[in-house]
């Protein structure tokens, strides 16, 4: 089992920027690839970014690239997203995710482990 907890979610103003947290317990947490998500209301979970146990291969979503900057911290069992240049439309739960090989690293049903979710709400 792999626990995980985000934190680090708040009110900022567009064109700000936040750093999310993600601590995992449990599990060897290097062994793992780890994912961000997010879900707004009325709408489905979707992929923001992901990296891989080692930090050799990291992915994005088209709307966030280029501002948002997923790491990991495997010593301290510990991921990272830094969100910047943040927009309205960036207003959702994000929760962080781990699976040891996940099928298909863009779709949250490949992740077996989940965190609660931190709000992040961007106003304009």
């Known amino acids: 089992q792999v626990q995980l907890v985000e934190s680090g979610g708040g009110l900022v103003q567009a064109g700000g920027s936040l750093r999310l947290s993600c601590a995992a317990s449990g599990r060897t947490f290097s062994n793992y690839a780890m994912g961000w998500f997010r879900q707004a209301p009325g709408k489905e979970r979707e992929f923001v970014a992901s990296?891989?146990?080692?930090?050799?291969?990291?992915y994005y979503a088209g709307s966030v690239k280029g501002r948002f900057t997923i790491s990991r911290d495997n010593a301290k069992n510990m991921m990272y997203l830094q969100m910047n240049s943040l927009k309205p439309e960036d207003t959702s739960v994000y929760y962080c995710a781990a699976d040891q090989s996940p099928s298909d690293i863009y779709n949250s049903h490949s992740y077996d482990y989940w965190g609660q979710g931190t709000q992040v709400t961007v106003s304009s």
């Open positions: 990296i891989s146990w080692i930090e050799r291969n990291k």
